[in-house]
């Protein structure tokens, strides 16, 4: 295999990208004089240090110039990215890897391996770039026999349609290493989610990722033309249409099937020219209702800016503001024409819910080059959302537990849904941790409702970081299903998800899954105990 620069086991990207032990201790005083008392500063347990447990099944003749069983391979594949799994990944903490892990080269290969875990009843677990925050990677919870599916290897380009804007493109490629391939001839896919970096084509499209559109097309469903997947049973391909009314969607089946029907392998994606032409602005406003009452009239007045985030007043500090005011941060993009007139009508909207802002905080492009949305308020909030990695790196294992739940609900409930779930989770972190901080955004908006993103810290106990976060977590994914909210707009439903996911759908709904499951895959090797129990 090609040798290439290692991810960590436990920091959000490359082993480059961990902090090193004094900037760890540094971040740690800091911390220690905000807390008023002194923090412990562990170090993560590093790779030749870790006690793997031997394969329990090896990979055949066939299989093995493209497996993998060294203890890198098996200790990074055995979690996705949640916050408990990045806090076990630091202390040591593998007593469930994978037993290899399989890179297959192309859909022959990969035929082999599925044919392979099903001879022998051996789990297989897809994997893109290994970013699922909920549980939608580890190995199955019973501990299977198990076998680690990595499409890193199917990571180009393969067609592109100018003439119809479309791509077919293979799942395993990053997104960077796509928008890299399809920048030459002045194209993007324009799918941005937080893990970019480091997710995938399939695993957006297994997981139903939300992306860069605040408005519009926010789901990478909006992008799919036609899927190609590889199911125990066989290939499942559906044909290549801009639309079509012919009875349910095989695409609908696919997207979100979070690697429980079969390995996606490519798809054809509708792409569009690079932007050429921008417009952002950020508003004030003295109130988090009087911030969304804006976005309600901006987004049903169907003007569709690509961003239109609202930030409420602690969220809001992250971009420079005091605290005392909720932040507003909208943005306009295409291709071909100017969106000056789009931005001062949305700004219209804004300030007629009371937004504040000078004329001057407009600000215009036209020409490739991003040169907006970089500074002021919504270039520090930018700032602070792509470097998130970062800073999750820096507390790792310090006892701070600090993690994300999101929803959508619709606007008639929106005010009540808020305080509900707020009034929840802090009486939660008082009980369990004595008090924490609660956050809240929207990442996505639409006519009928926002899609809120809540943000929860607080100083766990060291040693109990785990508990005491299960028990928060527990009670904000009971509070959003309670007040009419989703148990994920995004983050997909894994198995972290899913007391919320079955509460939410309805059980004709569960059984026909089911069926589908075990039309496709008999005996049940991919990715058990996600979204269904197969039995």
């Known amino acids: 295999m090609t040798k290439q620069a290692r991810r960590s086991l436990w920091a959000w990207g490359l082993e480059s990208d961990e902090p090193s032990h004094e900037e760890r201790v540094g971040f740690a005083k800091s911390l220690s004089e905000q807390w008023g008392r002194d923090l412990q500063v562990p170090e993560a347990v590093p790779l030749r240090a870790l006690e793997l447990r031997p394969p329990r099944i090896e990979a055949s003749e066939a299989l093995r110039p493209f497996c993998a069983d060294d203890p890198h391979e098996r200790a990074f594949h055995t979690y996705g990215s949640s916050f408990p799994e990045r806090l076990r990944a630091f202390s040591g903490e593998f007593s469930r890897p994978p037993d290899f892990v399989a890179h297959p080269r192309n859909e022959d290969e990969l035929e082999r391996v599925l044919a392979f875990c099903a001879d022998r009843s051996c789990s297989a677990v897809p994997w893109g770039g290994g970013s699922s925050v909920v549980y939608g990677v580890s190995v199955p919870d019973d501990d299977p026999l198990c076998v680690t599916i990595d499409l890193d290897r199917f990571n180009r380009v393969l067609e592109l349609d100018e003439t119809s804007r479309a791509a077919r493109i293979q799942a395993g490629v990053l997104g960077p290493a796509l928008e890299d391939q399809l920048r030459p001839s002045g194209h993007t896919l324009r799918h941005f989610?937080?893990?970019?970096?480091?997710?995938?084509?399939?695993?957006?499209?297994?997981?139903?990722?939300?992306?860069?559109?605040?408005?519009?097309?926010?789901?990478?469903?909006?992008?799919?033309?036609?899927?190609?997947?590889?199911?125990?049973?066989?290939?499942?391909?559906?044909?290549?249409?801009?639309?079509?009314?012919?009875?349910?969607?095989?695409?609908?089946?696919?997207?979100?099937?979070?690697?429980?029907?079969?390995?996606?392998?490519?798809?054809?994606?509708?792409?569009?020219?690079?932007?050429?032409?921008?417009?952002?602005?950020?508003?004030?406003?003295?109130?988090?209702?009087?911030?969304?009452?804006?976005?309600?009239?901006?987004?049903?007045?169907?003007?569709?800016?690509?961003?239109?985030?609202?930030?409420?007043?602690?969220?809001?500090?992250?971009?420079?503001?005091?605290?005392?005011?909720?932040?507003?941060?909208?943005?306009?993009?295409?291709?071909?024409?100017?969106?000056?007139?789009?931005?001062?009508?949305?700004?219209?909207?804004?300030?007629?819910?009371?937004?504040?802002?000078?004329?001057?905080?407009?600000?215009?492009?036209?020409?490739?080059?991003?040169?907006?949305?970089?500074?002021?308020?919504?270039?520090?909030?930018?700032?602070?959302?792509?470097?998130?990695?970062?800073?999750?790196?820096?507390?790792?294992?310090?006892?701070?537990?600090?993690?994300?739940?999101?929803?959508?609900?619709?606007?008639?409930?929106?005010?009540?849904?808020?305080?509900?779930?707020?009034?929840?989770?802090?009486?939660?972190?008082?009980?369990?941790?004595?008090?924490?901080?609660?956050?809240?955004?929207?990442?996505?908006?639409?006519?009928?409702?926002?899609?809120?993103?809540?943000?929860?810290?607080?100083?766990?106990?060291?040693?109990?970081?785990?508990?005491?976060?299960?028990?928060?977590?527990?009670?904000?994914?009971?509070?959003?299903?309670?007040?009419?909210?989703?148990?994920?707009?995004?983050?997909?439903?894994?198995?972290?998800?899913?007391?919320?996911?079955?509460?939410?759908?309805?059980?004709?709904?569960a059984r026909a899954l089911r069926a589908a499951k075990r039309e496709l895959d008999p005996a049940a090797i991919l990715n058990p105990g996600v979204l269904i129990d197969p039995s």
């Open 193 to 509: 989610p937080q893990s970019f970096e480091w997710s995938t084509l399939g695993g957006w499209i297994a997981t139903r990722a939300g992306g860069h559109y605040a408005t519009n097309h926010t789901h990478i469903d909006d992008f799919v033309e036609s899927v190609r997947m590889l199911t125990p049973t066989g290939w499942w391909e559906s044909r290549r249409l801009p639309g079509s009314g012919a009875g349910p969607s095989p695409d609908r089946l696919a997207i979100g099937s979070e690697g429980i029907l079969g390995v996606i392998t490519e798809a054809w994606m509708r792409i569009q020219r690079r932007p050429r032409f921008r417009a952002t602005a950020s508003l004030r406003f003295d109130s988090w209702d009087a911030g969304a009452e804006a976005v309600r009239h901006i987004v049903q007045a169907k003007l569709w800016p690509a961003n239109l985030r609202l930030l409420d007043p602690r969220e809001a500090k992250n971009a420079g503001l005091d605290g005392s005011q909720a932040l507003l941060i909208v943005g306009f993009e295409s291709s071909e024409l100017s969106q000056e007139q789009h931005i001062h009508q949305a700004v219209a909207i804004a300030r007629e819910c009371g937004g504040q802002m000078g004329e001057e905080e407009i600000r215009l492009s036209d020409s490739s080059e991003r040169t907006t949305g970089r500074s002021g308020a919504a270039g520090a909030w930018r700032s602070a959302f792509i470097g998130v990695g970062k800073g999750l790196n820096l507390i790792t294992g310090l006892g701070l537990i600090a993690d994300t739940f999101e929803t959508s609900i619709t606007w008639d409930r929106w005010p009540d849904f808020d305080r509900e779930v707020r009034a929840a989770v802090e009486k939660c972190m008082a009980e369990v941790t004595g008090g924490g901080s609660l956050t809240c955004r929207f990442t996505h908006v639409y006519p009928d409702g926002p899609a809120p993103y809540y943000t929860f810290s607080t100083r766990g106990r060291l040693g109990a970081e785990l508990e005491q976060w299960a028990a928060i977590k527990a009670v904000a994914t009971d509070a959003v299903i309670r007040a009419g909210g989703t148990s994920t707009h995004h983050h997909a439903v894994g198995r972290m998800h899913r007391d919320g996911y079955d509460r939410q759908r309805p059980e004709p709904f």
